[in-house]
């Protein structure tokens, strides 16, 4: 892509929490699968940001994760391309078709459009490998996105209200979830879906917090996100800020 990143090459780097991780200069030190490593380059990606020299090898330790960095600076492949890797790395079942699908990803993130530009990245960075996404959001072809998700779901988007819809429908079980994100933690809060990203965090069967990996990415840090990140993730979770976070 065009986007010139070199500005961000001297920004402001905060980690805190213990022990973290070294970060990673380049791609290949993230010692990606050749599918990744090919999808990555395709990309046009020659760099990692520092979100995702910073963020990438936190989450490939299997660390939870609160990131704060502005929009634009590359949060969606800081989390997706280390988790795809470690579904690789630790071998994920072939989709197929079921009645109910077990995700092992979910990723939440307030809009359509938003999730959608998630879901896009993610199947655009899995091309080539057997992990199937899926992504669900409210109004439209509500029957349509069910048979999308019954076809097969390693990785599950969606927007909040129709996340809870569809494992309230009973569509998908919760058994082998092991990564949940949630992007734009700040625009959910401004949105008013505090209350079901408590419910989804909370829904039956899905796995404590000692059992999953989670992920929160804001652009700011309120005090209701960092109330939330202490509700969500880890006690040893590391924070990470990126620039001049609000
Ligand atoms: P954010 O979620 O932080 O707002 P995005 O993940 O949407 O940012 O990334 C913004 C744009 O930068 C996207 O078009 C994305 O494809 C591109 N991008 C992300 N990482 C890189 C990279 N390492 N090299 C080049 N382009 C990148
Ligand atoms: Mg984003």
Known sequence: SGINFDKY?????????????QAIMTFEEAAMCETLNRNVGKSGYVKPTPVQKHGIPIIMAGRDLMACAQTGSGKTAAFLLPILQRLMADGVAASRFSE???PEVIIVAPTRELINQIFLEARKFAFG?????????GGVNTGYMIREVLKGCNVLCGTPGRMLDII?????????LRYLVLDEADRMLDMGFEPDMRKLVGSPGMPSKEERQTLMFSATYPEDIQRMAADFLKTDYLFLAVGQVG
Request: glycine share 12%; charged share 25%.
């Open 168 to 176: 309230g429908r009973g569509k998908v079980g919760l058994s082998k």
């Open 9 to 21: 090459d001297n920004i402001l780097v905060d980690v805190s929490g213990e022990n973290p991780p």
């Open 129 to 137: 490998t057997c992990v199937r996404t899926v992504v669900v959001y």
């Open 100 to 102: 109910v699908q077990e």
